[in-house]
């Protein structure tokens, strides 16, 4: 803590003015960003004040931002304070950027912004206005920022390495601020040396009884050694009485006992302040005018300044700790608060959000006009992309509501929100205030729905998808205004619950019965997702068929796009899954709308899993992973990595696959995700047999077979069916693999799954008798699956193999030959080894493909290379993956050397086209 002055020192905080001057020194070489994080009144601000000296003496740009209780319901107010300096350089954004930003910030009316792409629009303003002098950017009270601001914050935060930016934000403890993830800095209380030192600076001449006291009673913290002996001179007695209550309780009681001894205007001034959710001066005085009665002026702040209470700024009145601000705000009576906050409702008439917040601390009980106010308020909230301060709005709407049924419905709207933003305990608080007014049977479904839905169905055992479809089908019997769309978003979530944890054909056969009964269009996408994540077997033609059908018709949006290609993915049609999500993620990145994205690039990369497209696959499980924990999709966090183990296993890099197996295999095993499990169980297969251990991988792969094992999935095993049978070949297994295959060839007569019938061509190829395997050989490689190289390759190698084996070596050259080229050109390094190997069997030699750069790039290296080979530009790039352009110029400046190239036009000739992205 300081003495006073702006160049007083810090008592006992060294080590703290050390790091922090060296974050800020070091500003303009490279940014980061860093959490303050102690108790109230330890000192964090002091340490930022600190911090902005030290920038001010650098040449740094300084932006500050202070969260507040009362601004924590205004969207983006944070943000729009920090960046007010700078939102002139807006126009120097790209449209969609500058667009989404100032929506955000109410200043243009737009489509609703997502607030990844408002993030995205702060790193860049940010970085263009730091580029020629550094920026260090502070936030005081983070924990009291409003939501949005503190995600987008957070957002950024996670991307400044490459900048000239510094983030600092000072949090207390026990209270959630999203910014968990970043770099801590822990403050503790001052030793007993450097706490006596501040208490004797700032409080010398205390007889030694006192000053004992005071030094227990303070226990340290830099606050309380300056304001108790404040509060203790007053009233000439010992400090604070009981000291057995909370240390921050006792200062805000010494905070608020110096406010009775002001006169009655001050008061009343310092009361509305503590209230609003603002701090202009002007407002302050006019609504405080109307609270006191009489006339109020600015000079009746001057009292409150001369108690060390507030402090002036300009046009703003702000509390010099926001201990002051609390105490007196809960000192006052409730009748009091009311007041003000009616009076501050007619003093901010032209702020529509403020004011009805007023209006509804004013209101002593229902108020239906107000209500209506706030559930316009949620919509505005929406628009400008803050669901948080919508769920709020509908929240207090919903409370304010006089009719029981309208109320719930707002409550129950309030929880759809909250569960777009995986908020489970707020959900649960907003149902059950839903259930205390009585819901019709439409609104229990609604509540049905919204239970099921969090997490994808997979937190409430008690919603399984026989229940939904079962509810399902009497909403759409019942009738009424949205009864189908409810219908049908019931049966999703079972849909849903059926492919991620049920193992129980019959669940999903209900689920298509009512949906098949519900007049929806046969080809409609959300028909089509339910039927595909339901019966992929059983309805994987009908779906084939829906999705060409939808996919040819021009104007598919890119959540439509992204919904077919998870739904094709599914049902084993990969070029169409493929398709799907390559064409949907563009729009996705220039919309912000990250969730969506994630889960199309998870999409995509388990599609490439299963075809060895390592190129395109493994920045896209990367990325998918690093947004999936962004986004807070636990499921797809662990597809992401699952497929980025098979990835890695069919790469040659079995560490890798076995570690990235094991992180996927805890996701899944928790929340008992079968498609999780199934994948890792492909991961380790895959991996053993790389290695040439053929019994090892029959027994990973044929858990995935096997009904009572958790990794059983009735619709993925039907992928696997080339990795079973060739593990199977070569370990003494053909006739338990047969009987997999018998199995399967039953499902092939009821869906035309591209996937399961090139697994069943190879399978009746590799276990035939040699009577029948020519033949079969050929028909397989035959059947067009030129577009699934690795399929094809596989078959070739097999077949050279069998060549081989029939004492036919010059013929099993060609296959094998191709088989190898065709490894070599994928990466699979260990398929390629094996058709080396048959084919220096078979009399001839090939060249080991050598080592290149390309393989010592990082996924997130490889993804750069293959935009910047494609023609774009470090801006559109960062664009794309919502990184600054700063920091796609120091990614390429190492994926040069490890290329060896010099020139950003060699890249096409070395990374290839930009297929899929």
Not at 725 to 737: I, N
Request: net charge neutral; with cysteine; hydrophobic share 50%.
């Amino acid at each position: 803590m300081a003495v006073d002055g702006p160049d007083a020192r810090l008592y006992g905080r060294e080590r703290e003015s050390q790091h922090l001057a060296g974050l800020v020194a070091s500003a303009r070489s490279g940014g980061g960003a860093l959490v303050v994080r102690g108790e109230a009144g330890i000192g964090k601000s002091a340490l930022l004040r600190q911090a902005r000296l030290a920038a001010a003496g650098h040449g740094l740009l300084v932006l500050s931002a202070t969260g507040t209780e009362a601004e924590a319901r205004l969207p983006f107010a944070g943000l729009h304070q920090l960046l007010r300096p700078v939102l002139g350089r807006a126009d120097e954004l790209p449209d969609p950027q500058r667009d989404a930003v100032l929506t955000a910030f109410g200043m243009a009316r737009g489509a609703a912004p997502d607030v990844f792409l408002v993030a995205l629009a702060v790193l860049n303003l940010l970085g263009e206005a730091a580029a020629e002098t550094g920026a260090l950017l502070l936030v005081e009270d983070a924990h009291w920022l409003d939501p949005p601001s503190a995600d987008a914050l957070a957002f950024v935060a996670r991307r400044l390495d490459a900048d000239p930016i510094v983030l600092l934000a000072a949090a207390r403890d026990g209270y959630a601020d999203g910014f968990g993830a970043l770099d801590q800095l822990r403050v503790e209380r001052l030793d007993d040396a450097a706490a006596a030192a501040l208490l004797d600076a700032r409080a010398p001449g205390l007889p030694a009884g006192m000053r004992r006291r005071l030094l227990d009673e303070s226990a340290g913290n830099p606050l309380a050694l300056v304001e108790l002996p404040v509060a203790a001179r007053r009233f000439e007695h010992e400090p604070l009485e009981p000291a057995r209550r909370p240390l921050t309780a006792r200062l805000e009681e010494a905070f608020a006992a110096r406010v009775p001894g002001l006169p009655a205007a001050t008061q009343a001034l310092l009361l509305v302040a503590a209230v609003n959710d603002g701090d202009a001066l002007a407002e302050a005085v006019a609504a405080a005018a109307a609270v006191a009665g009489t006339a109020v002026t600015v000079d009746d702040v001057t009292p409150a300044v001369a108690a060390h209470l507030v402090d002036l700024d300009g046009t703003s009145i702000r509390f010099l700790h926001p201990l002051m601000r609390s105490a007196i705000r809960q000192r006052a009576p409730l009748a009091r608060r009311m007041a003000v906050h009616a009076a501050l409702a007619a003093v901010v008439g032209g702020h529509a959000d403020r004011r009805v917040w007023h209006r509804a601390g004013a209101c002593p009980g229902p108020d239906d006009d107000v209500a209506a106010e706030l559930e316009a308020a949620a919509r505005h909230a929406q628009d400008r992309g803050a669901m948080v301060i919508a769920v709020a709005a509908l929240h207090r709407s919903g409370q304010l509501t006089v009719d029981p049924a309208r109320s719930a419905a707002r409550l129950l709207r309030a929880a759809e929100l909250a569960v777009e933003l995986g908020r489970h305990d707020v959900v649960g608080g907003l149902l059950q205030e839903a259930e205390a007014r009585g819901l019709s049977f439409a609104q229990q479904a609604q509540r049905l729905w919204i239970v099921a839905s969090f997490g994808d169905g997979l937190r409430d055992q008690k919603t399984g998808p026989v229940v939904l479809a079962e509810v399902a089908a009497r909403v759409a019997a019942a009738g009424g205004p949205g009864a189908d769309r409810l219908a049908m978003r019931l049966l999703n979530s079972g849909a849903l619950r059926s492919f991620w944890s049920e193992a129980d054909p019959g669940a999903g056969r209900r689920v298509v019965a009512v949906t098949e009964a519900l007049p929806v269009a046969a080809d409609d996408p959300d028909r089509l997702a339910i039927l595909a994540f339901a019966a992929p077997v059983e309805r994987g033609s009908a779906v084939i068929d829906g999705l060409r059908g939808v996919a040819a018709r021009a104007g598919a949006d890119a959540q439509t796009l992204r919904l077919l290609g998870s739904a094709a993915v599914i049902i084993g049609d990969f070029d169409q899954a493929e398709a799907c999500c390559a064409a949907s993620i563009p729009e996705l990145r220039a919309q912000g709308r990250l969730g969506s994205l994630t889960r199309a690039l998870a999409a995509l990369a388990w599609c490439a899993a299963h075809q060895a497209g390592l190129g395109a696959g493994v920045p896209a499980a990367e990325e998918a992973a690093r947004l999936a924990l962004e986004t807070s999709q636990p499921l797809f966090f662990g597809i992401a990595r699952a497929s980025a183990a098979v990835l890695a296993a069919l790469g040659g890099h079995p560490d890798r696959a076995a570690a990235l197996a094991a992180e996927a295999e805890q996701r899944g095993v928790a929340a008992a995700v079968r498609p999780v499990l199934a994948t890792v169980q492909l991961a380790r297969g895959l991996n053993a047999l790389a290695e040439g251990r053929h019994a090892d991988a029959y027994g990973e792969l044929c858990r995935m077979h096997d009904p009572g094992d958790p990794s059983f999935h009735a619709g993925l095993r039907c992928f696997a069916l080339t990795d079973l049978v060739e593990a199977a070949a070569h370990s003494g297994h053909r006739d338990a693999a047969a009987q997999v295959v018998a199995e399967l060839e039953v499902a092939g007569r009821v869906t035309s799954s591209p996937a399961l019938h090139a697994g069943l061509r190879y399978a009746r190829a590799v276990l035939a008798d040699d009577a029948r395997a020519e033949a079969l050989f050929r028909e397989a490689l035959n059947a067009g699956t030129s577009r699934w190289p690795f399929s094809r390759a596989r078959t070739q190698l097999a077949y050279g193999q069998w060549l081989r084996r029939q004492r036919r070596p010059v013929e099993s050259r060609a296959p094998l030959r191709a088989a190898c080229t065709t490894f070599d050109a994928l990466g699979t390094a260990p398929w390629a080894e094996r058709a080396r190997q048959e084919l220096r069997a078979a009399g001839e030699t090939s060249r080991i493909r050598p080592a290149t750069g390309h393989d010592e790039l990082t996924p997130q290296e490889l993804q750069i290379a293959r935009l910047a080979a494609g023609g774009l530009t470090n801006r559109e790039i960062g664009q794309a993956l919502y990184l600054s352009h700063r920091t796609v110029s120091t990614h390429l400046h190492n994926i040069f050397p490890k290329l060896g190239i010099t020139a950003r036009a060699q890249l096409h000739a070395i990374v290839g086209d930009l297929k899929g992205w």
